[in-house]
């Protein structure tokens, strides 16, 4: 084989694996978000957090981990049921730090059959990757319905 169709075979192999690599990242993001949904929904604020870095900020700085952790118990004690439907996120991943902007649809009540309240938030957050795992270090949100 030549030198340059050697080259050239190195080179689509080495795409081939970044955009593997890619993609296993952004599934891994996404599975991520998926698992953080289920655990809002189970009332397991705990499970929620374990996918947040301890320096982790929100609310324009205002919440750390610990402040984000308290205030999902807090609405795991007020609603009975919560119900969260995200959109599909988009994702944007820049070496070890990822970059995801979600629409969340949140709704609890007293679990009767319609819920006593209801927002849609526009969530983007910032992840960095942490001993091989995806983990938030920030978000913002804001209601947009």
Do not use: K
Not at 33 to 51: C, H, I, K, Q, T
Not at 85 to 95: S, T
């Amino acid at each position: 084989m030549e030198q340059g169709a050697l080259c050239g075979c190195v080179a689509v192999l080495l795409f081939a694996l970044a955009a593997c690599s890619r993609g296993d990242d952004e599934t891994r993001l996404r599975e991520a978000l998926g698992r953080m949904e289920a655990a809002v929904e189970e009332r397991r604020p705990g499970d929620f957090v374990d996918f947040v870095s301890e320096d982790f900020t929100g609310a324009e700085g205002t919440l750390d981990r610990t402040g984000l952790h308290n205030l999902l118990r807090a609405q795991v004690l007020r609603h009975a049921q919560i119900d969260v439907v995200l959109a599909v996120p988009d994702v944007q991943i820049q070496g070890d730090r990822a970059t995801v902007a979600v629409t969340a649809t949140l709704s609890g009540g007293a679990g009767g059959w319609l819920p006593d309240r209801g927002a849609v938030y526009a969530i983007t957050s910032g992840w960095r990757r942490e001993d091989g795992r995806w983990r938030c270090v920030n978000a913002q949100w804001r209601q947009v319905l």
